[in-house]
């Protein structure tokens, strides 16, 4: 099975939502739906910040308790960067609906998982945050999400980027890691046996392809040296996307 | 009532009224003679000492009850028996012999789900958790997390949950047991056994009262009881086609490989998110902020941000090995902070271990 080498992104194609992106990559398809702020439940309201209700549904069946896992996880990420102080006793809510999943044919697949689903969530992370920027949530920074696994060949440990399904089930230990436009660390899971020293060379690795490293000049783009060419430039990507649509929306103006 | 001046509030009013500021009160006193604490009077590397007891339950293979200050875990650990007929897709391992490395012994306990923790927390533990209520987000994340924790740690091998089915006394038949269809592994050795039966563990975690901090009570709840574990010796009977456990045998306690221990610290700001934000653009400071570990509930309310790390220091002269790394809900906690948070983590884990 081909895994997309380039991510791919359509804003606002779902007419009733407020917003809506579909986003795929690294063989995960996530179609993402916004709706806010719309009116809270009474008993649910805040009084002095809006409400984030993240729901994510799986390619093959119903939510079960990793579903809850990761609803729990986007919604404390994705709460410190909604300004939710602008739109008090509101909702906002986020539907994230997964429709393509790598297959990793040599596991006894099963239906009801009760461990929890990582590798999924960059692509969640990144479906929504094209979602709100579609919706015109206001935002306090944009997310950049990468997974990667150390695997162990031959006695030589190595980190591998975008890992397939195959990889992380033989890995050492599988992260994923969530930076915000300021180069923040927002979200670090990780899973398997590491040692500290691991974890850092994981991290530069994750900040040197979520962050971008070189200022990109309006007249004169500038290409870094030290960014293998395979590794797609997360950021430029979500702004190269959002102008694209603003650009093609205001073509009448 | 007691009556008092109309511009001084009791602590205990402060606290209820403006939580935020009544905890940074506390960690950041105005004036420099008070020592700066936690309203629960700990400092802020300082955890709530453990305090473990097992084998309490009697109807349980093993049981611990787990304390760390207020926060009470009880798990009990029961085995039941599975029959491989009952498997959907069962496929026999490969050799009895372990030439099979260790994720041929977690694909037997993934895909026949031989271990089966849950947590309950509606039982009265906290007033926001009553009884009779379906389980909250937060009780189906903590059985999640444990779940995930429970095999990515490899702390229990598959060869302990296996119930075999000797044929050595058909040996002398040649040919039929040698080439049995089902898949019955051959040994090397020669005496033919056969995989007819599983234990399957069902671990339940309880929380009998909740002050903060559930995921590490669960935890040292859940690796006490495993490692208090004794089962029964049990062999397949092939004319009663059942399991039988032998009363007269001593228990065979369960093998377990490592010492596996979760710390869970939150991070506490002066200012609210929006502040720091701006803050940091304008050129400024991050801001203090304080990382608390093993938070209880008064100060999990008032948090954002929350970094739990598992660490094994169990092997001797080897660097800290890490379990598991969770970080969410805001950008304070970055790779120098979770560096030092790994360090605490292992005097926690001497803690746990001193207290076992």
Redesign the interface.
Do not use: P
């Given at each position: 099975m081909t895994v997309a080498a380039e991510p791919e992104a359509l804003l606002s194609h779902l007419h009733k939502a407020d917003g809506s992106a579909t986003y795929s990559y690294a063989g995960y398809t996530v179609i993402g739906a916004v709706n806010g702020p719309i009116e809270a439940q009474k008993r649910d309201e805040l009084p002095e910040e809006a409400i984030i209700d993240v729901v994510v549904r799986p390619a093959a069946g119903v939510g079960g308790?990793?579903e809850?896992?990761l609803?729990?996880?986007l919604q404390?990420?994705l709460?410190?960067i909604i300004?939710v102080?602008n739109f008090p006793r509101t909702l906002i809510q986020i539907i994230l609906q997964i429709t393509v999943a790598p297959e990793n044919e040599y596991?006894?697949g099963?239906l009801v998982q009760?461990?929890?689903n990582l590798p999924v969530v960059p692509a969640l992370l990144q479906a929504a945050i094209l979602s709100l920027l579609s919706a015109s949530i206001p935002l306090?920074?944009t997310l950049t999400s990468t997974s990667l696994a150390i695997i162990s060949e031959d006695g030589q440990r190595r980190t591998v980027t975008n890992p397939t399904a195959r990889q992380v089930?033989?890995s050492q230990s599988f992260h994923v890691l969530a930076f915000?436009s300021?180069s923040?660390?927002?979200?670090?899971?990780?899973?398997?046996?590491?040692?500290?020293?691991e974890?850092?060379d994981v991290?530069s690795a994750a900040q040197k392809q979520c962050c971008t490293t070189t200022t990109v000049d309006d007249t004169d783009t500038i290409m870094d040296e030290g960014r293998s060419t395979d590794m797609p430039d997360l950021k430029r990507f979500i702004r190269s996307t959002v102008e694209q649509k603003t650009a093609s929306d205001l073509y009448w103006k | 009532m007691a009556t008092q001046s109309s511009l001084t509030l009791s602590s205990a009013t402060f606290a209820k009224l403006s939580p935020h500021p009544y905890l940074l009160a506390n960690l950041q006193p105005t004036d420099a003679s008070t020592p700066s604490s936690r309203t629960n009077g700990r400092q802020p590397t300082q955890a709530r000492p453990p305090a473990i007891n097992t084998s309490s339950l009697t109807h349980a293979h093993g049981s611990a009850v787990v304390r760390t200050g207020d926060t009470t875990a009880v798990c009990g650990v029961r085995a039941e028996t599975l029959t491989t007929s009952q498997i959907p897709n069962y496929r026999a391992p490969l050799s009895s012999i372990s030439t099979s490395s260790i994720t041929a012994s977690t694909d037997e306990l993934r895909y026949y789900d031989l271990l089966v923790p849950n947590i309950e927390l509606a039982t009265g533990c906290a007033p926001n958790f009553l009884p009779g209520v379906p389980p909250t987000t937060l009780a189906q994340t903590l059985s999640t997390r444990i779940y995930s924790l429970l095999h990515s740690a490899r702390i229990l091998e598959a060869a302990d949950l296996r119930i075999y089915h000797e044929k050595s006394h058909n040996i002398g038949e040649g040919d039929e047991a040698m080439q049995d269809a089902e898949g019955g592994d051959v040994d090397v050795g020669g005496d033919a056994r056969e995989v007819k039966a599983y234990w399957v563990l069902y671990i339940d975690i309880l929380f009998i009262s909740l002050d903060g901090n559930p995921f590490d009570a669960a935890w040292a709840a859940v690796l006490a009881a495993l490692r208090d574990t004794k089962l029964p010796r049990a062999r397949w009977d092939a004319d009663r086609e059942m399991v039988l456990c032998s009363r007269g045998e001593a228990p065979v306690p369960l093998s377990i490989t490592g010492f596996p221990i979760a710390c869970t610290a939150a991070v506490f700001t002066a200012k609210d998110r929006l502040k720091q934000s701006q803050s940091r653009r304008d050129g400024g400071e991050v801001g203090s902020f304080w990382i608390l570990v093993d938070p209880d509930r008064f100060e999990e309310s008032l948090c954002d941000e929350s970094v739990t790390v598992v660490v094994d220091r169990s092997e001797a002269g080897a660097e800290t090995k890490i379990l598991g790394l969770e970080k969410s809900g805001g950008t304070v906690v970055g790779p120098e902070v979770i560096r030092r948070f790994v360090q605490v983590a292992e005097g926690r884990w001497q803690e746990f271990r001193d207290a076992f």
């Open positions: 308790t990793r809850r896992h609803e729990s996880l404390s990420t709460r410190q300004l102080n596991i006894n099963k009760a461990n929890v306090t920074a089930e033989q915000t300021q923040e660390l927002i979200l670090a899971e990780s899973e398997g046996a590491f040692t500290m020293k974890w850092d991290y | -």
